[in-house]
């Protein structure tokens, strides 16, 4: 049984670093070393490196404002467009929850990438809690 709990740690472990290195290496939609910051951030979660990149302004404003905030200091990119198929405001604790998910596009090459995130607003500032990307696709 000990056998069989670190090999399937030792195959989580080579999964966690080989995926991203391999999207870095196949990716097209962004150079490489943007390609490889941003997989950096989805691989370690690092949202507080991204929060610092972010204007200051983003998150006092608006959810979408946020939203759109985040993305371009995650991705790097200015002009991303996004268009949030559905939106889910809770409130939990004293804080209000936002969730939103649809779809990224990019203009220079006119493909998009589905998305999911979730803001807290705590303390009046929009916080973004989680974020994840979809594999790039043609439009719709």
């Not at 002009?79 to 929850?97: A, E, F, P, Q």
């Amino acid at each position: 049984m000990p056998a069989a709990v670190w090999i399937v740690g030792a195959l989580f472990i080579l999964a966690i670093i080989a995926i991203p290195t391999w999207l870095m290496y196949t990716s097209t939609w962004l150079p490489r070393e943007k390609t490889q910051e941003f997989l950096g951030v989805l691989a370690t979660g690092d949202i507080a490196r991204v929060r610092e990149r972010m204007s200051p302004d983003a998150s006092k404003s608006s959810p979408d404002e946020t939203v759109k905030g985040w993305i371009e200091a995650a991705k790097g990119l200015k002009d991303v467009d996004w268009d949030s198929k559905s939106k889910m405001t809770s409130t939990r604790g004293g804080k209000s929850i936002v969730s939103a998910q649809g779809y990224l596009r990019y203009p220079d090459t006119s493909k998009e990438r589905w998305f999911k995130v979730s803001l807290v607003k705590d303390e009046g500032d929009w916080q973004v809690a989680a974020f994840s990307v979809g594999s790039l696709e043609e439009p719709r």
